[in-house]
């Protein structure tokens, strides 16, 4: 069968997600980047020794630590985001108004320089700049999570299976939450493409990670004092890669979870 | 008696017409001619190729799809107004009435507006097609299609989603329009939408084939009402949505779907609630089974308050009192298959029942509702509308309720599907003298299956009777629009239905009426009684037929 075709009648709505998945063709580059520059990481320690200086060895040094900066500001974003569009869908009416307003005003602020004037202010340090990457991707996952749901929330399904007699918390934990997994994380996805960015434009403006600790934007930062730019593009280059295969996955998810039509 | 006259040119003629997509053959030899004057309607389910037959007629291909065959056209305009009546949303309606008619003058586009009733017709023309409601917004793709003057008019699906007492009027003005300027017009749509109501010919496409309608059978009727005391009682019902308000505070207003509604339900009874949409008989069936709360009054189950009951009470009583919904596919969860569902409504209403058991009534209730086997093992996607609906009947009737409440569990399908699941539902309630209540808004379906009719209009009762008393002498005239609508005749209530946050003061109909004078903004009627059995609520509900249309005339209609 044709990988990106979904045949209703023979797939269940998980195997059609996967083949979806795999019929979008830069997701699955996006994931072989991805798993390549992590492995290079683990090559590194070998090429360490005798290379430890070379701008290429250091570049992918820093990929373990960009990417793992860049994974937990963009969970603990997601998470706070999640919860807060959850919160609103929840208690709706005005407070879900007024949730939501929020959500859109912090969106418009330049939020890239939370991290950097957290670092300049408060001090640098790998906490600080987790919480300020985070703080700076949460506003656009509540907007996006909230979208989410109240797109696909009102289902009819829910209430026919509380008319077939099951409780609230069932229809909540087997129906409910399984069908919105999907569609939220494709929702929130973008976070970690932008909790990267946020965090490398800290590094390039010389406020992000503290100096022992290199990332792709200190590397970067690091580079651009140096004469003639030497070794901005082995991180630069790495950096834009990341952040392609990070966006690209990220359309895989969303077109792995269509609006569906009654 | 002079000999008949001889029947003139068609028209528009096809002989042969074959439509070809690159992997199917859509039509097959399809002959058809329309006179001038005549109205004929096409009627087929679901992708039986009446769009792609209409687009051939009017020679508006779309790329990959062939046809064959000769389509004979009049010198003259041809127009096809498409699925969903389609305007411009970046102009006014009066910059696409310009275009059409080739003059910037206002006054010919005010005459057509005027003519499909279209109220401060010259005031529209200055808006833009997002803020016209829905049925003026039909209003005007039609009016648009009737300004270029054609020949032969192709309406695909025309009107398809307004109230059937919007809709079928429309039709019968369009109707109008084609006998007083002798075009032709050429309606296409599902059954259910009313095309075949003015039409003088009726061709029917199915798989692939364009022939006259089979002779339909005996349409399934209930049987004789039973007697016996009430099962389920209902009394002075309400239901309310608050409206703005909230945690930061601001002004709370509500919104009164259902007010104070009462009826009763015997075994083996049917009740059908019979209204537009917006009406509230879709509130009313969830609120009866609890799935919306009451704002007030009692929903007597065999003598207990559900209203009064806790959740949990109310959860093991779920056995007796089943729903179906309207959009089968979408009352199943999606990711499951329908087996593993039909088995946890099962589980969670029948706990006494063990596994090997279960599974031996989910086999039997979807074989029972007309499915495959290999039904349970899919998933709602996998299924027609049809087998969903079958689906909904199994899960509604393996646990072998005595109340089945249903909100429009047939909108979605096509007349055989229908005519089946109806004859189904009318077998288990004889089987197992089921109650049911019925919510539609198709007339013709709530008198065949109905033993009593509550009509309701903006969450009121607004006549009440027997069904072979209503078909009969209907007082309400909102009623006789309805019965009129699915009766395929010209619905006598003007306009669209008001919204529901800004209804009219007193009578709720006023503003459509026929008989409206000024007492019925003074004060809303109550339900009188015409003779025992039979109430409604309409100040002039006596006014005799005579004088009924002299009211029309003197309004000026």
Known sequence: MDAGRFDPTTDTPAQAARRRFAAHRPAVHGVGALAVLTVLGFVEPLLAGPFATDPIVRALDAGHTTLALALVGGTLAAIVGAGWGVLAVTIGGRAERRLTALAQGLAALPLALLPVLAGGLLGRGVDLLILAVAAAAAPAAALATRTTLRARARREYAMAARAAGLTPAMVLWRHTIPNLAGPLLAAVWPVLPRALAVESFAGVVGLGAPAPVDTWGTLIGGALTAPFGAGLLAPALLLAAALAALNAVGDGVAASFPEERP | ?557
């Open chain 2, 1 to 557: 008696m002079s000999a008949p006259e001889p029947l003139p040119e068609p028209l528009l003629a096809a002989e042969g017409l074959a439509i070809h997509s690159a992997s199917a053959i859509i039509v097959r030899d399809a002959s058809l001619a329309v006179r001038p004057a005549e109205v004929l309607a096409i009627t087929g389910p679901n992708g039986a190729g009446k769009s792609l037959l209409l687009r051939a007629l009017a020679g508006l291909m779309p790329d990959g799809v062939r046809v064959e065959g000769g389509v004979h056209r009049p010198p003259g305009r041809v127009v096809l107004l498409p699925q969903g009546g389609p305007l411009t949303p970046h102009q006014t309606l009066g910059a696409q009435f310009a275009e059409v008619t080739g003059t910037p003058a206002e006054g010919r586009a005010v005459l057509w507006l005027e003519r499909l009733h279209v109220s401060q017709a010259a005031r529209r023309l200055h808006l833009y097609p997002h803020q016209l409601s829905e049925g003026v917004r039909w209003r005007a793709a039609l009016a648009l299609a009737l300004a270029a003057e054609p020949r032969v008019l192709l309406a695909d699906a025309p009107a398809a989603g307004l109230d059937p007492t919007v809709r079928a009027r429309l039709l019968a003005l369009l109707a109008d329009w084609a006998r007083e300027t002798g075009a032709a017009l050429i309606l296409a749509g599902h059954t259910r939408d009313g095309v075949a109501g003015p039409a003088d010919r009726l061709l029917a496409l199915e798989n692939g084939r364009l022939a006259p309608p089979p002779v339909s059978a005996e349409p399934v009727t209930a049987g004789p009402p039973p007697g016996g005391a009430p099962v389920l009682s209902v009394r002075d019902l309400r239901v309310t949505f608050p409206l703005g308000g909230g945690l930061f505070g601001g002004r709370a207003s509500t919104l009164v779907a259902v007010d104070g509604v009462s009826f009763d339900v015997a075994a083996g009874e049917t009740v059908a609630l019979l209204g537009e949409s917006g009406s509230g008989k879709s509130v009313l069936a969830r609120a009866i089974l609890r799935l919306l709360p009451g704002a007030g009054g009692r929903v007597l189950w065999l003598g207990r308050d559900l209203l009064a009951m806790g959740e949990e009470d109310v959860r093991h009583l779920r056995h007796a009192l089943q729903a179906l919904f309207p959009h089968p596919r979408a009352t199943f969860d999606p990711r499951r298959t329908i087996g593993a569902q039909v088995a946890e409504a099962l589980a969670a209403l029948a706990p006494e029942v063990d596994e090997a058991k279960r599974r031996a009534r989910v086999d039997e209730a979807l074989a029972d509702a007309g499915l495959p086997a290999v039904a349970a093992d899919r998933c709602p996607a996998g299924l027609t509308d049809g087998e969903a609906a079958r689906a909904g009947f199994a899960r509604a009737l393996a646990p072998a309720p005595r109340l089945l409440v249903c909100d429009e569990p047939l909108a979605t399908l096509d007349a055989t599907d229908r005519e089946d699941l109806l004859a189904h539902l009318l077998h288990h309630q004889r089987a197992d003298s089921l109650s049911i209540v019925f919510a539609t808004e198709d007339a013709d379906a709530a008198c065949r299956i109905g033993h009593r009719v509550l009509v309701l209009l903006a969450g009121r009762v607004v006549e009440e009777a027997p069904a072979g008393v209503l078909t009969q002498d209907a007082r309400h005239p909102y009623t006789r629009a309805l019965l009129a609508a699915a009766g395929g005749g010209r619905p006598d209530l003007a306009g669209d239905p008001p919204p529901a946050l800004r209804l009219p003061t007193g009578c709720a109909a006023r503003l459509r009426c026929p008989r409206a004078r000024d007492f019925c903004a003074q004060e809303a009627p109550h339900l009188e009684t015409v003779r025992p059995g039979h109430r409604v609520a309409c100040h002039y509900w006596d006014a005799d037929a005579g004088e009924w249309d002299a009211g029309e005339w003197d309004a000026g209609e």
